[in-house]
Nanobody, 123 residues
Framework: VQLQASGGGLVQAGGSLRLSCAAS????????MGWFRQAPGKEREFVAA????????YLADSVKGRSTISRDKGMNTVYLQMSSLQPEDTAVYYC?????????????????WGQGTQVTVSS
């Protein structure tokens, strides 16, 4: 099992980014995928999640209205599109796989993790 997160970078406030998470392995057995972020000195925070079927999507209040999560099942890839980025969005963003339902916001329940991609938003 491997999760490869990419798409992070340096962006000005108000800008947009699309993060990608390419998954390999027995993805057909997974229930869902999530995105989390962790800023220096802070706990890992739930950002978004999607069921592997694509039917259910979930967004944290902090990004709701300016972010969407989607997946390309054929490509085994999950995307997090973020817009109107603010300096408080600066963090390392991680993708994670959830093997069993339900979708949860606790990072401790996720089974596999990618290496993270840095998002830095300048003011």
């Amino acid at each position: 099992v491997q999760l490869q997160a990419s798409g992070g970078g340096l962006v000005q406030a108000g800008g947009s980014l699309r993060l990608s998470c390419a998954a390999s392995g027995r993805t057909f057995t997974w229930y869902g995928m999530g995105w989390f972020r962790q800023a220096p000195g802070k706990e890992r925070e739930f950002v978004a999640a999607i069921t592997w079927s694509g039917v259910g999507t979930y967004l944290a209040d902090s990004v709701k209205g300016r972010s969407t999560i989607s997946r390309d099942k054929g490509m085994n890839t999950v995307y997090l599109q973020m817009s109107s980025l603010q300096p408080e969005d600066t963090a390392v963003y991680y993708c994670a796989a959830l093997l069993v339902p339900p979708i949860v916001t606790s990072h401790t329940k996720y089974d596999y993790w990618g290496q993270g991609t840095q998002v830095t938003v300048s003011s």
